[in-house]
């Protein structure tokens, strides 16, 4: 079959399962038609239309990945002296291990789109469908079309220390109405603490800043930060690793300041989005729900974009996960290996061999690719991009 499902008028119904709407799960159907969700609930008719089983699965929001670094997917975890006072200590340490270290070397000439590609499959690997790439170049990977809906932005900025650029970047995002994306207060002690204050005082934060770690913010620049209705990212287990601490979640939440979960790169970060999940809970203090909700419909505020919720009108992008679960509790506890079906604007994206067979009656072609020892399926186009990263780095840098 070489229609291509997600434009294809006949509708799709993922019959059977248990799907999470409105922080609740349910037993439902999900008919999709044209990339966008048409129906939530028990069907009414099946004729004349496809047919998944989703019986024994919960259908799932995609996640949104509201920070990541996908080129950098290709190192493993890299922090020698941690915990460090703030992420600049940890940025110039691991610099000099990576410049004195042939095999770090040689990572960073691994192609930048296999770079990038690499980076959307770690995070389809977790049911991720939309992903913030933070690093340039945002025009390349916007133009590899790689299967994943991408958010990029020209305004992003690394450190506050970069004044210059800094300044460059906050007026013109501001003039152009554009996202600024900046990592600020990624700290416990020292001068990196006052990031937050030192950004108020040059005017820099406004409605369009999201401000990615805020680590040491204090209440005072949390309610500024609500007032001025600037966006929030935090990235637990990347924090934990560096700083031995991560932000007091239930604070922000409490603020209803705009805010979602980031995985960062692997150099810091434990895993993927799953387990930004989980450690947004344990860690974080954040419930179930509000986890839940921050990795989809929250990200999705903070970037802007109209993702994150299973309701008809809504583009179909979700997950298929193999699970039972009667409460949110739960569902935070959902695995990588239980993802079997991974859809993004409607096309299934990833799948595992037990539904191959379906992936090609939706149109696609799978090829396998073997991450970690385990074998799962892409379209062979983005299987191409994807080369053999095995081969290129068996320790298997940025492993799901
Ligand atoms: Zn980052």
Redesign the pocket.
């Known amino acids: 079959m070489n229609e291509s499902f997600a434009h294809s008028l006949t509708p799709v119904i993922f019959f059977g399962g248990t799907v999470y709407v409105n922080d609740t799960l349910c037993h439902a159907d999900v008919t999709v038609r044209h990339g966008q969700i048409v129906h939530v609930g028990r069907a009414k008719s099946f004729r004349g239309v496809r047919m998944v089983d989703a019986e024994g699965c919960i259908i799932c929001p995609g996640w949104v990945n509201a920070?990541d670094?996908l080129d950098l997917s290709v190192y493993p975890r890299l922090a020698p002296n941690a915990p460090y006072s703030d992420g600049h200590a940890w940025g110039m340490d691991v610099l000099g291990h990576i410049a004195n270290n042939p095999k770090w070397v040689a990572l960073g000439t691994i192609p930048l789109e296999r770079r990038l590609a690499w980076g959307v499959l770690r995070n389809l690997l977790h049911g991720v469908t939309t992903v913030s790439h933070?690093n340039a170049p945002p025009d390349l990977a916007t133009r590899l079309k790689l299967p994943i809906r991408l958010h990029t932005t020209r305004f992003w900025v690394h450190s506050v220390r970069e004044i210059r650029r800094l300044h460059r970047m906050a007026v013109l995002a501001k003039t152009l109405r554009q996202p600024l994306i900046l990592?600020a207060a990624e700290a416990v002690s020292g001068l990196a603490t006052r990031e937050i204050a030192q950004l108020f005082e040059w005017g820099s934060i406004n409605d369009h800043t999201i401000l990615?770690h805020a680590v040491s913010a204090s209440p005072d620049e949390l309610d500024s930060i609500r007032k001025k209705n600037a966006a929030l990212v935090t990235?637990v287990t990347s924090n934990q690793l560096v700083l031995g601490n991560c932000a007091d979640l239930s604070a922000w939440n409490g603020r209803k300041i705009r805010s979602g979960l980031?995985t960062?790169?692997p150099l810091t970060a434990v895993g993927g989005m799953l387990d930004e999940i989980q450690a947004a809970v344990t860690l974080g203090g954040l419930s179930s729900t509000d986890a839940l909700r921050w990795a989809t419909v929250g990200g999705a505020q903070v970037l802007r974009l109209r993702v994150g919720r299973l309701c008809p009108g809504w583009p179909a992008d979700f997950v298929v996960y193999r699970a039972r679960a009667t409460c949110a509790e739960e569902l935070v506890w959902l695995r990588p290996d239980q993802v079997e079906l991974v859809c993004v604007r409607g096309k299934p994206e990833l799948t595992i061999g037990a539904r191959k067979n379906e992936m090609e009656q939706l149109g696609r072609t799978p090829k396998s690719v073997v991450v970690g020892g385990n074998e799962v399926w892409v379209d062979s186009t983005f299987a191409d991009c994807l080369g053999n990263f095995n081969a290129i780095h068996p320790a298997g840098g940025g492993t799901p």
Do not use: I, K, P, Q
């Open positions: 920070h670094h933070h990592h990615v990235c980031g960062d790169s």
